[in-house]
């Protein structure tokens, strides 16, 4: 019996886990300022950041087709899992569930489940990483799915950035009306709904107090971490990740963590300088 784990681009992948063979990534894409940019192992970072400070427009994401998706299934895995980013932020999710619909009709005994990670950035990588876990301790593919359903449910993510310009203008921020102007360097302190949408968690003066603020957070919220993993991922910002690091390991006990610099779509809406995490 064999599996893989398919990963949209949002989700950052470690080394380690590019490395096993276990994982494949379903590439997003993205345009800013008439440039088409693949979410994939030739995406430049550096680049990236300096097409969307040069332009004048926002830029958008475009998630891989069913047609992509079905083309991941057909390896020579028995079971295929399937994790993306929430639902109610991009279509990745009715893409992958659409590709499965598709492929059952060419291969009835392929075993497919697609997560929707009401997540993004490393939250998927959390999943992605609870699926193999379950698989080595031996669960079938049903006690995996119903395992990992439940992972997803006690799982939270929480975000500050240097700006939110473009989830704003994105229309990922429906529904939030107590931003305050940037010009007073007030950083929103974010997190993530049961429902994968995005809400305000609070708010401080400038980003070492939101960060404080959000480390806090966290700490006071979280359920039984020494059981958990934590993940953090930055956009360009590498000490500021490591110091939140130490700020949450300090005041609470979790099993184990690490760090990784945001993929394509992360970075396109965490912006130069954001920060998420994961437990």
Do not use: W
């Not at 806090?216 to 039984?224: G, K, L």
């Amino acid at each position: 019996m064999s599996y893989r784990i398919v990963v949209d681009s949002c989700g950052e992948l470690t080394d380690e886990m590019k490395q096993s063979g276990l994982y494949k990534s379903a590439p997003l894409s993205m345009e800013v300022n008439g440039v088409s940019v693949t979410d994939d192992d030739t995406f430049d970072q550096a680049r990236f950041l300096k097409l969307v400070a040069d332009s004048p427009d926002c830029p958008k994401s475009s998630c891989p087709s069913p047609e992509e998706y079905m083309s991941l299934y057909r390896c020579g895995a028995e079971r295929v899992y399937v994790v993306t980013l929430s639902s109610e932020l991009s279509g990745s999710y009715n893409s992958a569930e659409v590709g499965r619909k598709l492929f059952a009709e060419e291969d009835s005994e392929k075993k497919i489940y697609v997560f929707n990670s009401r997540s993004a950035s490393v939250g998927e990588t959390l999943i992605a990483l609870k699926i193999r876990e379950c698989e080595e301790q031996g669960m079938d593919f049903e006690q995996v799915t119903s395992h990992v359903e439940s992972y997803i449910e006690s799982q939270n993510t929480y975000f500050v950035l240097e700006n939110l310009d473009t989830l704003r203008k994105n229309g990922r921020l429906t529904g939030i009306r107590s931003l305050v102007a940037s010009a007073l360097n007030i950083k929103p302190v974010m997190g993530s709904t049961p429902k994968g949408t995005i809400c305000q968690l609070g708010q401080a003066r400038g980003m070492k107090r939101a960060l404080d603020k959000m480390a806090d957070y966290i700490a006071q919220n979280a359920e039984m971490p020494e059981k958990k993993i934590l993940a953090i991922a930055h956009c360009n910002c590498p000490e500021r990740a490591e110091e939140v690091r130490r700020l949450l390991l300090d005041k609470i006990n979790v099993r184990s963590s690490f760090v990784v610099n945001t993929a394509g779509i992360s970075t396109m809406y965490a912006n130069d300088g954001g920060i998420i995490v994961v437990l």
